[in-house]
Antibody
Framework: QLQLQESGPGLVKPSETLSLTCTVS??????????WGWIRQPPGKGLEWIGS???????YYNPSLKSRVTISVDTSKNQFSLNLTSVTAADTAVYYC???????????WGQGFLVTVSS | EIVLTQSPDFQSVTPKEKVTITCRAS??????LHWYQQKPDQSPKLLIR???QSFSGVPSRFSGSGSGTDFTLTINSLETEDAATYYC?????????FGQGTKVEIK
């Protein structure tokens, strides 16, 4: 059974960089059939797609965040990571990592990880 | 960017009633529309993909229809465990976007 697990600091100061890692178990991140990505949800609000990465390293970012986002993949560790720079309180959210088939919908999600931006 | 607009925003429903949630896209997205269920403090769960295909393990009372710009999620004979927020999501073009959500409450 495929599982995804987010990890990282739960508290980040304004203007600093938010860094999260998603560890994939029960399947290979090197599969040619899937993209791996990040989606976030501010408290009490809806879902926002942040970006996705293919095992080869090709990335796709939401234009609203593109200038601040980097997603990378480490196939040797079966992990992929999110870096979001210059954070503000508006970046406070539950961050989910997820798998999606090519052209399809995210089907497996992590449990979510709350990141709070506060001094 | 494709905007997805769901209606209604909130629905209070009696068990065994039928629930209909609609999702309208700002431009045609073919059948590249998917539905999720999210319960409090849980990650979203995929219910329906490509407008009408049930995802593995999803109860048969959930069904989807539509194409182009207008889509519908139907819950036949609502059960108490179906209390949740439902989101539509399009994978037709980047950036991938979600509807604002429809909260279904049990009376």
């Amino acid at each position: 059974q495929l599982q995804l697990q987010e990890s990282g600091p739960g508290l980040v100061k304004p203007s600093e960089t938010l860094s999260l890692t998603c560890t994939v178990s029960g399947g290979s991140i090197g599969s040619t059939d899937y993209y791996w990505g990040w989606i976030r949800q501010p408290p009490g609000k809806g879902l926002e797609w942040i970006g996705s990465i293919y095992y080869s390293g090709s990335t796709y970012y939401n234009p609203s965040l593109k200038s601040r986002v980097t997603i990378s993949v480490d196939t040797s560790k079966n992990q992929f990571s999110l870096n979001l720079t210059s954070v503000t309180a508006a970046d406070t959210a539950v961050y989910y990592c997820a798998r999606r088939g090519v052209g399809a919908a995210p089907d497996y999600w992590g449990q979510g990880f709350l990141v709070t931006v506060s001094s | 960017e494709i905007v997805l607009t769901q209606s209604p925003d909130f629905q209070s429903v009696t068990p065994k009633e039928k629930v209909t949630i609609t999702c309208r896209a700002s431009q045609s997205i073919g059948s590249n529309l998917h539905w999720y269920q999210q319960k409090p403090d849980q990650s979203p769960k995929l219910l329906i993909r490509f407008a009408s295909q049930s995802f593995s393990g999803v109860p048969s009372r959930f069904s989807g229809s539509g194409s182009g710009t207008d889509f519908t999620l139907t819950i036949n004979s609502l059960e108490t465990e179906d209390a949740a927020t439902y989101y539509c999501h399009q994978s037709s073009s980047l950036p991938w976007t979600f509807g604002q959500g429809t909260k279904v409450e049990i009376k």
